[in-house]
Structure formats: structure tokens, C-alpha cells
Nanobody
């Protein structure tokens, strides 16, 4: 499984940005796709996740109501729509895929495949 993340950039506080994660390879083996982020000097943290089949989603408390994760099965792509962005959202964002269905979606160690990161900077 390969994941390709894109869509990062510089945005002003209060602005919006949409990240994309294109998934290829043995897609049939995927249970869920998640987004994580890592700010300088901080640990990688969970942002959101979505089941590959079905529509179950989960979010970190810090992004609930501002971020929306969605999936386009025809394009094998997962999106992260980010709104009302804050400077503390600045980080490198990574998408990842996991195979095991019963492992926690918010635990980075549960993910088997990772894409390269895309930088999101929220600054005026």
C-alpha cells in the first residue's frame, strides 16, 4: 500500500485548507485511513480517521467541529477539510493506513503504512 499526501501550504488564521491522501496498491487490505500531525519539538498526534468501507469517522478533540475527514472510493482518496485554522494547527500532516480492524484508530502504532508529510503553516 502506498499513500501520497498533498495540499499543504501557508494560510492565515481563520482560513481553510484541504489535504488529499491518494491510496494505491493492496487497497482491499485496508481497514481505515487516518491523519496525524507533528509540530516541531512535539510528538506525532492523531487528527482524524475514517473507515475504508463505511462512513465511521473519529476526531481528536482539538479539531472537532473544524476539520472533516471524508473518502472518495472511486478515486481511492481520503480528504481532510480543515476550517477555522489556528496557529496551533501548524504542523507536518501525515496520512496513514491500517489493516487490523480492532486496533485503535487514534494510535499511531496501529498503522502499517505511512505517506510522506505535507506542511501546513497557519500564520498571518
Amino acid at each position: 500500500v502506498q499513500l501520497q499526501a498533498c495540499g499543504g501550504g501557508l494560510v492565515q488564521p481563520g482560513g481553510s485548507l484541504r489535504l488529499s491522501c491518494a491510496v494505491s496498491g493492496s487497497i482491499f487490505s485496508i481497514n481505515a485511513v487516518g491523519w496525524f500531525r507533528q509540530a516541531p519539538g512535539k510528538e506525532r498526534e492523531f487528527v482524524a480517521a475514517i473507515r475504508w468501507s463505511g462512513s465511521t469517522t473519529s476526531y481528536a478533540d482539538s479539531v472537532k467541529g473544524r476539520f472533516t475527514i471524508s473518502r472518495d472510493t472511486a478515486k481511492n482518496t481520503v480528504y481532510l477539510q480543515m476550517s477555522v485554522l489556528k496557529p496551533e494547527d501548524t504542523a507536518v500532516y501525515y496520512c496513514a493506513a491500517k489493516r487490523i480492524p480492532y486496533s485503535s484508530a487514534s494510535y499511531s502504532g496501529a498503522y502499517d503504512y505511512w505517506g510522506q508529510g505535507t506542511q501546513v503553516t497557519v500564520s498571518s
